[in-house]
């Protein structure tokens, strides 16, 4: 489903479009004249604009799985939510500090879980890489599961 704000401008054809678009199948956000957006992608990218500017367009596309599932779990609770967002052509701040806030949260419980856990101390001291891989996978899925609950699965 494409959610497109109420505000409409012409582009450089001639043609009305929306300010605002969300493509909740993709997770793709397009914008027109959002200078928050566009610089935080400039300072996230380093000024390698691998993501698409186009003047005052501008367009990305989430790929994480937090924000895949926060998108599909407020479509089918608050469909409302995203549709004032896009209206105020705010739903790439939001969707932008959803997929950061996650990432830290799930960092910081893996790191937290990890200074306790007395199996992983044991592998790192035997040098066991593979078991080391395998305890640092499941604290990590314990940590999205914990987080995800909280921050993602909210409407």
């Known amino acids: 489903m494409i959610i497109k704000s109420k505000e409409r401008i012409f582009d450089a054809n001639g043609r009305e479009v929306p300010i605002c678009e969300l493509d909740t199948k ?5 914008s027109y004249h959002n ?3 566009i610089k935080t992608l400039l300072e996230y990218y380093d ?5 698409n500017l186009h003047g005052e367009w501008c367009e990305y596309e989430f790929f994480s799985e937090a924000i895949k599932y926060h998108v599909n779990y407020v479509m ?3 469909p409302s939510k995203f549709t ?4 105020e052509n705010a739903i790439f701040q939001y969707l932008w500090s959803l997929d950061l806030k996650v990432l830290n949260e799930v960092q910081a419980q893996v790191e937290r879980w990890s200074e306790h856990a007395e199996d992983l101390k044991l592998a790192r001291k035997r040098g066991d890489f593979l078991q080391i891989a395998r ?3 499941m604290l990590d899925l314990q940590a999205r599961e914990v987080v995800y609950s909280c921050l993602v699965y909210r409407a």
């Open 76 to 78: 089918a609770h608050n």
């Open 35 to 37: 200078v928050t957006m």
């Open 135 to 137: 305890i640092e996978k």
């Open 26 to 30: 993709r997770c793709l956000v397009k």
């Open 47 to 51: 000024g390698d604009i691998s993501v």
């Open 84 to 87: 004032e967002l896009v209206n």
